[in-house]
T-cell receptor, first 115, second 114 residues
Framework: GDSVTQMEGPVTLSEEAFLTINCTYT??????LFWYVQYPGEGLQLLLK?????DKGSNKGFEATYRKETTSFHLEKGSVQVSDSAVYFC??????????????FGRGTQLTVWP | EAQVTQNPRYLITVTGKKLTVTCSQN?????MSWYRQDPGLGLRQIYY???????DKGDVPEGYKVSRKEKRNFPLILESPSPNQTSLYFC?????????????FGPGTRLTVL
């Protein structure tokens, strides 16, 4: 079945450090891949997405490339800020999944950035 | 402003006392769903709805009911809550539930069942 495995946290970085959060997936069909971010006390919001192989999603300095050959969608940012402290979720939605529209989430990675 | 709203945001109740968590969206979305978030488990889908009067089970439907009588509303009903339903609940919506659609999440409802 469909599933997402992402790097366990917590991740602690100093401001301006480079960030990578690994995400790999298993899917029946040709999924869309998402990164959602959850700031403290808030709901999830879309950070970026990619809907087909080799697509790169980007937003707010974050990037992730849909790699079908390695079934991966790693999140990267070149220089993190304190305001990036949040929980990051990798997710997929499968075009051939048994439940249309369902998002399969990883367990989340807590990122803390220190000044 | 396009948004998904949930009420209440926080709720403490006792075992067996029926409760309803409301969810409403103002984006004319056809697809709505409920997730629960538990530490170390990420988010798991409870129920979803493709349109009015069309609902189906997600991964963890036991102990929950839903209804979709209007397009904008998708309440979650716990008829006899138990402590293992203590969790953080999120409602989400998307335009048609397609696999490329962005889902929009509400702010969450933190439920504690004593």
């Amino acid at each position: 079945g469909d599933s997402v495995t992402q790097m366990e946290g917590p991740v602690t970085l100093s401001e301006e450090a480079f960030l990578t959060i690994n995400c790999t997936y298993t899917a029946t069909g040709y999924p869309s891949l998402f990164w959602y971010v959850q700031y403290p006390g808030e709901g999830l919001q879309l950070l970026l997405k990619a809907t087909k192989a080799d697509d790169k999603g980007s937003n707010k300095g974050f990037e992730a490339t849909y790699r079908k050959e390695t079934t991966s969608f790693h999140l990267e940012k070149g220089s993190v800020q304190v305001s990036d402290s949040a929980v990051y979720f990798c997710a997929l939605s499968d075009d051939r999944g048994s439940t249309l529209g369902r998002l399969y989430f990883g367990r989340g990675t807590q990122l803390t950035v220190w000044p | 402003e396009a948004q998904v709203t949930q009420n209440p945001r926080y709720l403490i109740t006792v075992t067996g006392k029926k409760l309803t968590v409301t969810c409403s969206q103002n984006m004319n979305h056809e697809y709505m769903s409920w997730y629960r978030q538990d530490p170390g488990l990420g988010l798991r889908q409870i129920y979803y709805s493709m349109n009015v009067e069309v609902t189906d089970k997600g991964d963890v439907p036991e102990g929950y009911k839903v209804s979709r009588k209007e397009k904008r509303n998708f309440p979650l009903i716990l008829e006899s809550p138990s402590p293992n339903q203590t969790s953080l609940y999120f409602c989400a919506s998307s335009s048609q539930g397609g696999w490329t659609d962005t889902q929009y999440f509400g702010p969450g409802t933190r439920l504690t069942v004593l």
